[in-house]
């Protein structure tokens, strides 16, 4: 399992995801899911993926595949606008999940995918994608303009509580963190690193991108001040009745 999220506001675009594919007593296996394309001055564009690995490193190695054929059929620079290149991203997972359908029954296992596919096409406005293992896809939305991918109920409160389209990229970025945080300390198939990438509105170019571990001090400073946070609005709660006498 893992935890994707993109988050649209009015200044760019915010991508974050954890590091981890599989968890268990004996077994951790560590894996970026964040992928980061960019031609300057043309398009800037990042994906994200959760589910099957095996499905979403097929589909990636098609990406590259055709990016690097002379004359491709479509490829990720070839659309026209953000939602051909979403089409054509759930046409290969759902190309790669039909070719091993029938092992994969037999051995009880999904090769499904999701991803989410966002970034900014030169003259247009910036857009995020989420796509199904079906193949099809939703666009975030005002009312909702953030999307999320694998295990993501544990982070949705605080997204749901401060994320706008009025947003900063700054802040939005900050709560896709503790978003990732607050699912990293209730789930143990989601952990760090984390990776963060942000696209800032026209600035069509290499997005900005770090990553952040267990150690890193701004990671530990924002885990800290949050939990601090948290505990001290708690205490400030209204006392019950019973409590005043």
């Not at 490829?75 to 190309?95: D, F, N, P, T």
């Not at 939703?138 to 509580?161: C, F, H, M, V």
């Not at 885990?223 to 209204?238: I, V």
Request: aromatic share 10%; with cysteine.
């Amino acid at each position: 399992m893992t935890y994707c999220l993109a988050i649209k506001v009015n200044k760019g675009l915010v991508f974050a995801s954890d590091s981890r594919t599989n968890a268990g007593v004996d077994y951790i296996a560590t894996y970026s899911k964040m992928r980061r394309y960019a031609w300057p001055g043309e398009r800037a564009c990042v994906l994200l993926t959760s589910g099957s690995l095996a499905t979403s490193q097929a589909v990636m190695n098609a990406i590259n595949r055709d990016l690097e054929h002379p004359k491709p059929e479509f490829s990720l620079r070839s659309g026209k606008h953000l939602h051909e290149v979403a089409q054509y991203i759930g046409r290969l997972s759902q190309a790669e999940q039909q070719r091993h359908a029938k092992a994969m029954e037999k051995s009880g296992n999904s090769a499904e995918s999701s991803f989410i596919f966002g970034g900014q096409i030169e003259g247009q406005e910036p857009e995020i994608y989420m796509i199904y293992p079906q193949g099809n896809f939703i666009a975030a939305s005002p009312e909702t303009p953030y999307l999320q991918i694998g295990e993501n109920k544990y982070g949705k409160p605080i997204l749901d509580r401060i994320i706008s389209p009025q947003t900063c990229v700054e802040d939005a970025a900050r709560c896709a963190i503790v978003s990732l945080d607050s699912t990293i300390r209730s789930n143990i198939s989601v952990a760090a690193p984390i990776e963060l990438a942000i696209h800032t509105t026209n600035k069509i170019e290499e997005p900005y991108h770090q990553s952040f571990n267990n150690n890193s001090k701004f990671y530990k400073s924002l885990q800290k001040q949050w939990n601090e946070g948290l505990k001290r609005a708690f205490n400030r709660l209204p006392r019950f009745d019973w409590e005043k006498t």
